[in-house]
T-cell receptor, first 111, second 115 residues
Framework: GQQLNQSPQSMFIQEGEDVSMNCTSS?????WLWYKQDPGEGPVLLIA?????ELTSNGRLTAQFGITRKDSFLNISASIPSDVGIYFC???????????FGTGTRLTIIP | DSGVTQTPKHLITATGQRVTLRCSPR?????VYWYQQSLDQGLQFLIQ???????AKGNILERFSAQQFPDLHSELNLSSLELGDSALYFC??????????????FGPGTRLTVT
């Protein structure tokens, strides 16, 4: 089945730094979704991408749909403490609405 | 607040028991999805219902079952519980239908602890 690999697995940064993470697939996706999950909470949808090459922003977050359609990238500018959490990419399985989730990138801000 | 509600928030039960988790989707959403998330694990898709009918199935155990009612709320039934069933269970909803809406909105989850 489809697998989504995210890197890095974890990040330790200082407040104010920019963050970059990516998600790669072994197969083509037509849609990419990025979610953030706080500990013990449900994932929150951050950005949805529907077109290869598309660049979409949501505040300090910017996500890109890779041209090969096998990857996507998420950038966070000027990180703040509330950015701490786990970021998941997700994409639908071909032909249905079932989502495959990536392995996650855990973001920690060092004081 | 995503608009998706789940009850209960926490559930503690013993091995061999049966529990029911409840989910109400966002207003207007016809699709409901159930996911399991074990400690430090990713989200594993269990099952999807659309407008009362089962639409897709993932790695759902035979001991688990779900249904979606005419008012669109959904219940996930877990029976013959084992220690390994301890996890966070999330419900998500989306518009669903022919447009194949992929944007799913998650509830706050139910934390199940089996002792």
């Amino acid at each position: 089945g489809q697998q989504l690999n995210q890197s890095p697995q974890s990040m330790f940064i200082q407040e104010g730094e920019d963050v970059s993470m990516n998600c790669t697939s072994s197969s083509i996706f037509n849609t990419w979704l990025w979610y953030k999950q706080d500990p013990g909470e449900g994932p929150v949808l951050l950005i949805a991408l529907y077109k290869a090459g598309e660049l979409t922003s949501n505040g300090r977050l910017t996500a890109q749909f890779g041209i090969t359609r096998k990857d996507s990238f998420l950038n966070i500018s000027a990180s703040i403490p509330s950015d701490v959490g786990i970021y998941f990419c997700a994409g639908p399985n071909f032909g249905n609405e079932k989502l495959t989730f990536g392995t996650g990138t855990r973001l920690t801000i060092i004081p | 607040d995503s608009g998706v509600t789940q009850t209960p928030k926490h559930l503690i039960t013993a091995t061999g028991q049966r529990v029911t988790l409840r989910c109400s989707p966002r207003s207007g959403d016809l699709s409901v999805y159930w996911y399991q998330q074990s400690l430090d694990q990713g989200l594993q898709f269990l099952i999807q219902y659309y407008n009362g009918e089962e639409r897709a199935k993932g790695n759902i155990l035979e001991r688990f079952s779900a249904q979606q009612f005419p008012d669109l709320h959904s219940e996930l039934n877990l029976s013959s519980l084992e220690l390994g069933d301890s996890a966070l269970y999330f419900c998500a909803s989306s518009v669903g239908g022919a447009a194949l809406s992929y944007e799913q909105y998650f509830g706050p989850g139910t934390r199940l602890t089996v002792t």
